[in-house]
């Protein structure tokens, strides 16, 4: 069917400015359980959504220059892998599992957590990291990736965050 | 599928006003449809539009902004500036190519 529209057919691109916020909060240091957050943060960006990252507790070895580069991938404990559990815990099974996930999201074309991290931050994220975790752990800014912005409390955060949407990971 | 014209250019588009055929996209077109979202086609937009086309016309598909950044050179922040908010959609709009699918 061919209809001829007098006003031209454009996409809308939303208003110029989105009031939409996201906010997600990284609680895991497990590979997988890294790249939902990556994945979401990048999505929302690239849509125009304000996005802030809030790393705690385990999240934090996402943003901790000794770990960021390394985080693994364990069949132990995820069933979702459907293999029997006693072969995850057989020595070097957790090696293999993060080089197969590795391999798997790189033959994607998706960044490692520290490259991610930089494409969220250029797209304009915000990062931020934990009080409570970085004095628990005895880490400091400079201890954290370098777009980290600060280091902030639970509440500050909750207030940096004011009418965002919320995704805890 | 509906047609609209945009600047005296007779275009084939989906519901939402992206073009349903690569061919009928030209340079001036390219800039009627830039206009439309309200930007002004400078060399650095054409770089990125350039390669859009180039890479839809060896891939097949639209490429993501991790695509251009990586592939085409053109950093992401450079990408953001050059296209506001939405810089995937809002390039593959004006290379007149459907949106990209990938999820980076």
């Known amino acids: 069917m061919t209809a001829t529209e007098t006003q031209p057919v454009v996409p809308s691109f939303g208003t110029t400015q989105t009031d939409r916020t996201l906010a997600i909060i990284c609680s895991k240091g497990n590979l997988d359980m890294a790249y939902p957050a990556l994945i979401l943060a990048n999505a929302a960006l690239g849509e125009g959504v304000e996005t802030h990252v809030f790393f705690t507790f385990w999240g934090f070895d996402m943003i901790n220059k000794k770990t960021m580069g390394d985080l693994k991938f364990t069949m132990l404990g ?19 599992a993060t080089h197969q996930l590795k391999k798997s999201i790189a033959d994607l ?40 912005e600060d280091i902030i409390s639970a509440s500050d955060f909750i207030e940096k965050t004011e009418g965002a949407q919320l995704l805890f990971i | 599928m509906p047609t609209t014209t945009i600047d005296g250019h007779e ?94």
């Open chain 1, 78 to 96: 995820n069933t979702a892998t459907h293999m029997p559990q006693g072969l995850g815990g057989l020595p070097g099974m957790t090696a293999m």
């Open chain 1, 109 to 148: 074309g998706v960044p490692e957590v520290p490259e991610f991290l930089q494409q969220i931050v250029d797209s304009g994220g915000h990062l931020w990291a934990c009080r409570m975790s970085a004095d628990m752990n005895h880490l400091t800014m400079d201890d954290l990736y370098d777009e980290v």
């Open chain 2, 11 to 104: 275009i084939h588009v989906n519901e939402e006003g992206f073009l349903t055929d690569p061919t009928e996209w030209s340079e001036p077109l390219a800039k009627s449809l830039a206009a439309q979202i309200g930007i002004e086609l400078t060399d650095e937009h054409w770089q990125a539009i350039r390669f859009l086309r180039e890479d839809f016309a060896k891939e097949g598909e639209t490429p993501t902004l991790r695509r251009i950044s990586v592939v085409g050179g053109i950093p992401t922040k450079t990408l953001f500036q050059l296209f506001p908010q939405k810089p995937a959609k809002k390039l593959a709009y004006v290379a007149g190519l459907p949106k990209p699918h990938g999820c980076v």
